[in-house]
């Protein structure tokens, strides 16, 4: 059963209760009616409970159930392939296909969730120091943070990364363009751009692509990668031709 606190729940194993934190709990999988729960930095447990009990026991914004018989925690979600659920451990968990949908929006929900309750400035800060070695490259690149909005299940994009290369061919200030929506800074940009943000944050996708800047006034090659869930990283490069 879970503890008031919501921080732990309380198991029977071997005749004996154990009091577990939920944050140690990576993911659960049931195999012949035998659960097993992998937790972090202790030994699995076992013991015979369906996964719609334990399900039961966790906060429902922490955890998916992404198959009939395993259950994983949101905070250990690292990616998604075509066939498994890949976890901050390396362990690679295969997932119901038709539940591919309500996977990727719980992940982007929990994602936005964190984005609203971590210190700011320490978040930045740290987008800052990863892709630092960008600053000096001589082809304009950025990071573009994807946002669902779970209550209109709308998409926003949002700049968290550039370099001085990328604000200069876009012929806008750098710090102009740092925490500001795609769309407000780019207002006729073609489809196609927010298309490619999704395919690459969202579904992993590396892309190359020829799209239109009026910010730019020509036509962009766009190389597009995934540097974490719910992430886009763009590369771009001139190709001469005007829009």
């Not at 503890?3 to 309380?10: E, M, N, P, Y």
């Not at 992940?107 to 600053?135: M, P, Y």
């Not at 800047?213 to 590369?235: D, E, I, T, W």
Request: proline share 7%; with cysteine.
């Amino acid at each position: 059963m879970p503890d008031t606190d919501g921080k732990t729940i309380r198991l029977m194993i071997n005749r004996k209760e154990r009091v577990i934190p939920v944050d140690s709990i990576i993911y659960a999988e049931v195999t012949d009616k035998l659960c097993t729960i992998t937790r972090k930095d202790a030994a699995p447990l076992q013991l015979f409970l369906t996964i719609a009990s334990l399900k039961a026991m966790l906060p429902p914004r922490l955890f998916l159930q992404i198959s009939r018989s395993c259950l994983v925690s949101l905070r250990f979600f690292q990616n998604l392939d075509e066939s498994c659920v890949i976890l901050t451990n390396g362990v690679h968990l295969p997932y119901s296909r038709r539940q591919k949908p309500q996977i990727l929006t719980a992940v982007q929900e929990h994602l936005t969730r964190l984005a609203g309750n971590q210190d700011s400035a320490a978040w930045k800060q740290d987008i800052q120091e990863e892709f630092r070695c960008f600053d000096h490259f001589p082809f304009p690149f950025c990071i573009i943070e994807n946002i669902l909005d779970p209550i209109d299940n709308s998409q926003t994009n949002m700049f968290r990364y550039a370099n001085e290369a990328f604000a200069a061919l876009l012929r806008r200030p750098l710090h102009q363009l740092i925490g500001t929506a795609f769309a407000s800074a780019f207002p006729l940009a073609d489809p196609a751009w927010p298309e490619m943000f999704l395919r690459s944050a969202v579904y992993g996708e590396s892309q190359d692509m020829i799209l239109p800047s009026q910010k730019a006034g020509r036509m962009l090659r766009v190389l597009s990668y995934q540097p974490h869930f719910g992430f886009c990283g763009c590369m771009l490069l001139e190709t001469g031709k005007q829009v």
